[in-house]
């Protein structure tokens, strides 16, 4: 058998609504981007949304926006997505790592408190795996200006307290990549209730342009435009756009088979050496993805014992401190990150995705349960315990 690490949902019938942009005569952002935006204002409950072309170019937009540059210090997870510390080195500004937690894997909120220096200007939390950071206590712990940029990537339909992401921050930012909870094939959103920031970004998501393509032609005439800051480019095109409509009203039917796929795979691994972050009470986690440890310095043979049975494991992550961009700085040194460093080297993600049928998840847990499991020495054993069910 073989079980793909990620298999889409989107109907076939998808294509008609792109043929309907294309006869609309009109591809870039417009109406149907409009569209979404007011979803995923109603969604988050936040005043402003922003569809752009990717997380990333949405997160360059947001920095761009808030005049975070040159000499500013941003503090980042080391367990993450290379992604959420590249933006900040993309708008010249310095990511400063800090260590995660060892049940949670979430960013260490009194490691940040003591990161704070007088140059910091942001923190960007990030919810790994789909469980959100208690962002109201990082907002505790920071100096009222210091701005929280939430890496809502893996986190579209997950709470912490009933509160989702990008009601108590500065913003929130979601990916819409190919094998995220939500898709379109490229594409993201920042999601504020912060009207200058706002208003900011409608500019650095268009080369700092004071008029959308939209708006340039309105009332039939061509208005002149200016750019009085400096911007990427950033937006999402209406061609993309309707693929996400229909997705937004039906998120939380996939979200609970999400939720079940991830409690079988749980129950089904308790009590063995493969370990498995906390959901911590409060939080509803938007299972994106799901993520064991390995204890033992076993993993890349458990992955490659996976990947042979036509099971598509992958490794999400690899602390970003110990990529070579990263590693090779000198104000970076592994020691100050043990718990990344120990996860990143022991962990793989399994199959989860809403259309993965119970008998493609069997088949992953008998790969486990009868190659993998018997075959992790008891050493191993003994070493991991802390992280395990
Ligand atoms: C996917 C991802 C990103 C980047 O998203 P893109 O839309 O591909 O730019 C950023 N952060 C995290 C945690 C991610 O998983």
Not at 67 to 87: H, K, Q, R
Not at 106 to 112: E, G, H, P, S, T
Not at 169 to 183: E, R
Not at 202 to 211: D, I, N
Request: charged share 20%; glycine share 8%.
């Amino acid at each position: 058998m073989r079980v793909p690490f990620y298999r889409h949902s989107l109907p076939a019938s998808s294509a008609t609504l792109v043929a309907e942009v294309i006869e609309s005569g009109f591809l870039t952002s417009g109406q149907r981007c409009s569209r979404v935006e007011e979803q995923l204002c109603a969604i988050f409950g936040t005043s402003h949304a922003k569809l752009t072309s990717s997380w990333t170019q949405g997160a360059v937009a947001v920095l761009l926006a808030l005049g975070i540059g040159p000499g500013d210090e941003v503090i980042v997870p080391a367990m993450t997505f290379v992604a959420t510390a590249n933006v900040v080195k993309q708008v010249g500004a310095r990511p400063v790592f800090v260590d995660v937690e060892p049940s949670t894997l979430l960013i260490d909120i009194a490691l940040v408190k003591a990161a704070v220096t007088p140059r910091t200007r942001a923190v960007i939390p990030v919810h790994l795996y789909g469980q959100m950071v208690d962002i109201p206590t990082l907002r505790q712990a920071l100096r009222p200006e210091i701005r929280i940029i939430e890496d809502a990537a893996h986190c579209f339909e997950g709470t912490r307290n009933g509160r989702r992401p990008g009601q108590d921050s500065d913003a929130a930012i979601f990916s819409f990549y190919a094998t995220k909870n939500v898709t379109c094939g490229e594409g993201g959103a920042v999601v504020t209730n912060d009207g200058e920031l706002a208003a900011n970004l409608k500019e650095t998501v268009l080369h700092g342009m004071s008029a959308a393509a939209a708006q340039r032609f309105s009332g039939g005439r061509y208005q002149h435009w200016d750019v009085a800051r400096l911007g990427t480019k950033a937006n999402l095109p209406d061609l993309l756009a309707v693929l996400l409509e229909a997705q937004l009203d039906t998120v939380d039917e996939r979200l609970a088979r999400r939720e079940a796929l991830a409690q079988r795979y749980e129950d089904s691994l308790a009590g063995t050496p493969l370990g498995v972050p906390t959901i911590e009470p409060g939080v509803v986690s938007a299972r994106h993805l799901f993520p064991i440890h390995v204890p033992g310095g076993q993993r890349d043979w458990v992955m490659r014992t996976l990947n042979d049975q036509g099971i598509g494991a992958t490794v999400n992550y690899r602390s970003v401190t110990e990529l070579s961009l990263y590693r090779n700085d000198p104000a970076v040194q592994r020691h100050d990150f043990p718990v990344s460093l120990d996860w990143g080297e022991g962990t793989l993600c399994l199959p989860l995705f809403p259309t993965l049928t119970e008998e493609e998840q069997d088949y992953v847990l008998n790969v486990l349960r009868y190659e993998v499991i018997p075959s992790l020495t008891s050493h191993a054993i003994e070493e991991r315990g802390v992280a395990a069910l």
